[in-house]
């Protein structure tokens, strides 16, 4: 079974409005991190918002916000007043520190924000 | 601040020939990873390091060994090059503190293409 499942392959938003990139993940373990990272055009993976799976609440990062619901397994990652620099490919991880700290990776989402 | 450093950038190699990647971090972390990511794919685990002198296989380990002699550096072989290891390669790594909460910090890749 997929580890993290990303079921957009592309999205399209209109500049400044907000956007949901969905992401599900399957684990056993009772710990676990998720994450979620942009990877421009130009190549590099960044950094964006982290969830713990016992956070109470959800995380937020500026206008990156992830809607965590643990019965459903689900971390979307919701962008609110796109920008064109928000263009890019996004990938949801999840770390399991149970199994040697391995992270899993999604497919990806690719985000076209539209003028 | 270096964080994690891939060299090269870029190479271009012949069916057969061998080459090794360098990654070094400078973040004192001892969980170090490599991927390989495909054109319009996800990150795909190639080996890991859980610390200095220890290599285990992730998800895609044939074609391909590591070592980990010193804590800062993970290194990338490839013995006998072939067209389906064309691919970027991005190196990570991360501090296991214990939690779950900490990101991998990724290298700006390496383009590697084999004719």
């Known amino acids: 079974a997929q580890k993290i499942t990303q079921t957009q392959p592309g999205m399209f938003v209109q500049e400044k409005e907000a956007v949901t990139l969905d992401c599900t993940y399957d684990?056993?373990?009772?710990?676990?991190?998720l994450f979620w990272y942009k990877q421009p055009s130009s190549g590099e993976m960044i950094f964006l918002i982290y969830?713990?799976?016992?956070?109470?609440q959800n995380a937020t990062e500026g206008r990156y916000s992830l809607n965590f619901q643990k019965a459903r397994k689900s971390a979307n990652l919701v962008i609110s007043a796109s920008q064109l620099g928000d263009s890019a490919m996004y990938f949801c991880?999840?770390?399991?520190?149970?199994?040697?700290?391995?992270?899993?990776f999604g497919s990806g989402t690719k985000l076209n924000v539209k003028p | 601040n270096a964080g994690v450093t891939q060299t090269p950038k870029f190479r271009v190699l012949k069916t057969g020939q061998s080459m090794t990647l360098l990654c070094a971090q400078d973040?004192?972390?001892?969980?170090m990873y490599w991927y390989r990511q495909d054109p319009g794919m996800g990150l795909r685990l190639i080996h890991y390091?859980?610390?200095?002198?220890?290599?285990a296989k992730g998800e895609v380990p044939d074609g391909y060994n590591v070592s980990r002699l010193k804590k800062q550096n993970f290194l990338l072989g490839l013995e006998s090059a072939a067209p389906s290891q064309t691919s970027v390669y991005f190196c990570?790594?991360?501090?296991?503190?214990?939690?779950?909460?900490?990101?991998?910090?990724f290298g700006d890749g390496t383009r590697l293409s084999i004719l």
């Open positions: 990570a790594s991360s501090s296991p503190t214990g939690s779950s909460n900490q990101p991998q910090h």
């Open positions: 684990t056993s373990d009772p710990s676990y991190g």
């Open positions: 969830q713990g799976s016992y956070d109470q």
């Open positions: 991880a999840m770390r399991e520190p149970g199994n040697f700290n391995k992270f899993y």
């Open positions: 973040m004192n972390h001892e969980y």
């Open positions: 390091s859980v610390g200095e002198g220890t290599t």
